[in-house]
């Protein structure tokens, strides 16, 4: 079982819908979360920190559920340019390891 | 400011030779990652510095790879004897601060934009 979980996809929504993406990690260690993002063939860039409390970026919530070890990521209102795969990090208390998820694939519509 | 950069960005190479790949991190970044990323999978943590220090390297394959950093900035990760599997893109990162185990750091790694390398 990989120690970090996520849907493949892809997940196809037309512009302006609401989608959500799930992470599963398996290491009740993990201490700190993120979610990246990845343009096809381009280095991927960090989207937003996932904190305890949950936290707001314009169009983008994350959430983290320490007791069921899940977090998620939704996209309100989605654009264009939203289209790309999401990565899903953890990191583990005690090592350096950067834990990333095989990623989420997202197609936005016209 | 300028970015990290990685060189080469495309390496072709003959199974059995050995190759070098070079990161150049942001001026002053603290900690410095290599991960390796398969086709259609997300990166998988090779190793990390702190400065000099390589702190972890329990991402390594075999032992026919090797990183360094002697002056704490520019790092090399190098490969031996290259296998057809080594085929993947070798991606670096790097962070302004130290990266803490055990604590809830929200730094952000910062990734060049990889080296493409393909054994034949």
């Known amino acids: 079982r990989k120690e970090v979980e996520q849907d493949p996809g892809p997940f196809n929504v037309p512009e302006g819908a609401t989608v959500a993406f799930n992470c599963t990690y398996s290491?009740?260690?993990?201490?700190?979360f993120f979610w990246y993002r990845q343009d096809c063939r381009k280095e991927p860039k960090l989207l937003m920190s996932?904190?305890?409390s949950g936290n707001e970026d314009g169009r983008f919530t994350a959430q983290l559920n320490r007791a069921s070890q899940y977090i998620s990521l939704l996209i309100r209102d989605s654009k264009l340019s939203d289209s790309a795969t999401y990565l899903c990090v953890a990191t583990v208390t005690g090592g350096f390891k950067t834990i990333f998820g095989a990623g989420t694939r997202l197609f936005v519509k016209a | 400011g300028a970015g990290v950069s990685q060189s080469p960005r495309y390496k072709v190479a003959k199974r059995g030779q050995d190759v070098a790949l070079r990161c150049d991190p942001i001026?002053?970044?603290?900690?410095l990652f290599w991960y390796q990323q398969a086709l259609g999978q997300g990166p998988e943590f090779l190793t990390y510095?702190?400065?000099?220090?390589?702190?972890?390297k329990s991402g390594l394959p075999s032992d026919r790879f090797f990183a360094e950093r002697p002056e704490g900035s520019v790092s090399t990760l190098k490969i031996q004897r290259t296998q057809q599997e080594d085929s993947a893109v070798y991606l670096c990162?790097?962070?302004?601060?130290?990266?803490?185990?055990?604590?809830?750091?929200?730094?952000?790694?910062?990734f060049g934009p990889g080296t493409r390398l393909t054994v034949l």
């Open positions: 001026s002053g970044h603290v900690s």
């Open positions: 996932v904190y305890s």
């Open positions: 990162a790097s962070s302004k601060r130290r990266w803490l185990a055990g604590k809830e750091s929200t730094d952000t790694q910062y």
């Open positions: 510095f702190q400065n000099e220090a390589q702190l972890d």
């Open positions: 290491n009740s260690a993990s201490q700190s």
